[in-house]
């Protein structure tokens, strides 16, 4: 399969090294409005160079959205609106794709700037395009095996911490962070109606949903001193302790009994490590992506959900962000 990236700043560079170890991937087409730097880019690493996006999308079967996401309506609608059959410049010939009007596409979250602009994306995709939304932790996997883990939580909290940087960035922590954390709350791990409150500001923010009677903690921050990805669930009999980063599972289950020593009770819990086949969750997404297509399936992860994702983040921050 012919695939491409369009936008190549950290998060293309990653899509497109990633797409570059994949089997099934035959070329790779790269877009950028620096035209020096795509150039230069492809040059070092032996990939394709489209001159523009109507080209790129003549060249390719599917692609990947990477660019700032105050493009991403703009770029989605250019590429769902361009057939594979306005160019063929590659020296073999593309597979005929004429039962949909445009490519795959794979958009970074946020699926895009508001959720108007995302529900008029929804309206122009055919059913039978595949087009996903890049929410990498959910290809984490570690949340396939809490999902599975879990029971009857009593409570979750979910910490997703960064130290300031100078990267520039014109989103909240709340779409540009927490958004993770409500993905695999709403999506993942709850599926029912929930009641929220929020506090905090652009840079911190934590917002308390309601799953029934379960409370699900969400904090974000920008200005940490130390680097989090946590999740903690608690239920009647075991915590369990989740890390994003380093990809590890330990449940501490409580004893049969307690002991008295010096007139206090101690408790001696069992820990257990959970078995994790530790991956790359960017290249689990992209053959995921590409998976789909090949077999006519829906993303795991669908507009409609990093619609209301993108929802949600709206909602946190009128009510808590000035």
């Known amino acids: ?23 099934s991937v035959k070329d790779l087409v790269v877009f950028d409005t620096n035209t020096d730097y795509a150039r230069e880019y492809a040059r070092n690493n032996d990939v394709h160079l489209a001159e523009s996006l109507e080209e790129l999308c003549g060249m390719v079967e599917a692609v990947s ?7 991403h309506y703009q770029i989605a609608e250019t590429a769902l609106n361009n057939s594979n059959s306005h160019h ?18 794979l958009i970074e979250k ?28 959910r290809f984490n996997p ?3 095996e809490i999902a599975r883990i879990i029971t009857n939580p009593l409570y979750v ?26 993905d695999i709350a709403v999506h993942k791990l709850f599926n029912s109606d929930y009641r929220l409150r929020c506090a905090g500001s652009k840079d911190i923010c934590g917002a308390l949903f309601q799953f029934n009677s379960t409370p699900v903690y969400l904090s974000a921050s920008r ?32 004893p049969d009994q307690y002991k008295l020593e010096n007139e206090r009770y101690v408790q001696e819990n069992i820990i257990e490590k959970v078995l994790v086949n530790k991956v790359e969750p960017l290249k689990v997404e992209l053959s995921t992506f590409l998976h789909c297509i090949n077999t006519d399936k829906k993303f795991p992860v669908t507009p409609a959900q990093a619609t209301e994702n993108l929802r949600i983040c709206e909602r946190i921050r009128e009510s808590c962000i000035q």
Do not use: W
Not at 65 to 71: A, D, E, S
Not at 111 to 131: G, N, R
Not at 164 to 182: C, F, G, K, P, Y
């Open 65 to 71: 959205i990477c660019v700032p996401t105050k493009f």
């Open 223 to 254: 200005k940490s001193s130390k680097k989090m990805r946590t999740i903690l669930i608690e239920e009647e009999n075991v915590t369990i302790e989740g890390d994003f980063m380093n990809q590890e599972i330990y449940i501490h289950r409580k």
């Open 110 to 137: 946020p699926i895009c700037s508001t959720s108007k602009e995302a529900e008029k994306l929804q309206s122009l995709i055919s059913p039978d395009m595949v087009v996903g939304v890049g929410h990498i932790e």
């Open 157 to 182: 909290e979910i910490k997703r911490h960064n130290p300031a940087s100078a990267r520039i960035n014109d989103s909240t922590v709340v779409e540009d962070l927490m958004i993770h954390d409500i």
């Open 1 to 23: 399969m012919d695939v491409g990236v369009i936008g190549i700043g950290m998060m293309g560079r990653n899509h497109a090294r990633v797409y570059s170890e994949l089997k």
């Open 88 to 105: 063929s410049p590659l020296l073999h010939t593309i597979a005929s794709n004429a039962a949909h009007s445009g490519i795959h596409l």
């Open 142 to 144: 570690i949340i396939d």
